[in-house]
């Protein structure tokens, strides 16, 4: 598979202001891949960022890919932060997307170089 990278990005969802604060933070890879596929992989160390907040990661990266019409990408998570009693998978769902959204900021943008 053939793979070309088209950004290395964070995404910080950190709220402190509300009555339930939230804290995540993620770093991305992303590649421009030869299939039509949107592919995940976490490289990033459980004690970085512990398993069920990478789900949320995950989870983000699908549901962002979906709702834009974005297909041929592979997203690599690289690192984490997070606080045990500010982080949810909610926020790394949210700081998924924000990364995502700085290198795909408006629907249907990623087009098919060929």
Request: a negative charge.
């Amino acid at each position: 598979m053939k793979k070309e990278l088209l950004a290395e990005v964070e995404g910080r969802y950190v709220r402190s202001c509300c009555s339930i604060p939230k804290y995540g933070i993620v770093t991305l890879q992303i590649y421009r891949i030869d299939s039509q596929e949107i592919r995940f992989e976490n490289h990033c160390p459980p004690e970085r960022l512990p398993e069920r907040f990478a789900e949320g990661v995950e989870e983000g990266v699908y549901y962002f890919a979906s709702e834009h019409g974005i297909q041929g990408i592979q997203v690599e998570l690289l690192d984490g932060g997070w606080h045990e009693s500010d982080s949810h998978k909610r926020d790394f769902m949210f700081a998924a997307m924000l990364a995502l959204f700085k290198v795909f900021p408006q629907k249907n943008e990623v087009q098919e170089e060929k």
